[in-house]
């Protein structure tokens, strides 16, 4: 295993080892302080444990790799992550996997506002909570909620699938609950599962979109 100490070696160093042709299948990254933009950019099949807690856009861009974060981390981790799978210890504040293509992220804790903000094909698995305006203008992907989830949720969704399990603060425009279907209940236990989160598909609704705003209507003007 390959060991980088942020205590002594720049979060550039980290970067660029992770970069090109990477030699070493695992990683280690010691003393992070919540440094930002720690792990961007990987398209290698490596793992990266990062011993402590991140700063902003940890884990950006990913590809192939799967990120483990032993902490919390700040705004947008795996922002735009398109494949691999990243996972956080503790808590996320704000954007976390916004515009992500691909992939996996689980949050093991609690997700600030904006939680998957226009994903377009990522699972995002939450073992809390989350805040206002998650998954607005979600395009694709599945946004799983252990928790709570706060003021309008999914507004201006398109075909994102969101699955909560406690209560709902409130719907965003055009976000409706929907009935879960057995499809639903087994491609939403294979997403715990893999999240490794001991939750029952049984026990969560499934919200999604009532596809009224795809088309500008001029009764709904006041919705856009």
């Known amino acids: ?3 980088i100490d942020l205590s002594s070696a720049s979060v550039r160093v980290l970067n660029q080892s992770l970069h090109g042709d990477v030699q070493d299948r695992e ?3 010691t003393h992070p302080d919540g440094k930002h933009n720690l792990a961007v950019g990987i398209n290698a099949a490596v793992s990266v444990d990062i011993e402590g807690h991140a700063g902003y856009y940890c884990a950006g861009m990913n590809q192939q790799a799967s990120v483990t974060v032993h902490g919390n981390v700040g ?3 795996a922002e735009n992550m398109m494949s691999g799978s990243v996972r956080v210890k503790g808590s996320a504040s704000q954007a976390a996997g916004a ?7 689980v949050i093991e804790g609690d ?3 904006r939680c ?11 073992g809390g909570s989350i805040g206002h305006m998650s998954c607005f203008m979600g395009q694709a992907g599945r946004l799983v909620v252990c928790g709570d989830a706060g003021d309008a949720l999914g507004d201006s969704l398109y075909e994102v699938r969101i699955y909560v399990k406690g209560s709902v603060q409130s719907l965003g425009s055009d976000c409706i609950e929907k009935a879960m ?4 209940l087994q491609e939403l236990q294979e997403l715990l599962n893999k999240a490794g989160l001991a939750h029952k598909a049984a026990d969560f609704k499934r919200y999604g979109s009532a596809r009224q705003l795809y088309n500008f209507k001029v009764d709904n003007a006041s919705a856009y």
Request: glycine share 18%; net charge positive.
């Open 1 to 3: 295993m390959k060991t």
């Open 27 to 29: 990683w280690r990254v």
């Open 75 to 77: 705004v947008g981790v």
């Open 99 to 105: 515009t992500a293509h691909g992939g996996l992220l």
């Open 111 to 113: 997700a600030g506002a």
């Open 116 to 126: 998957g903000i226009s994903m377009k094909g990522v699972d995002i698995v939450v």
């Open 181 to 184: 279907r057995a499809e639903h």
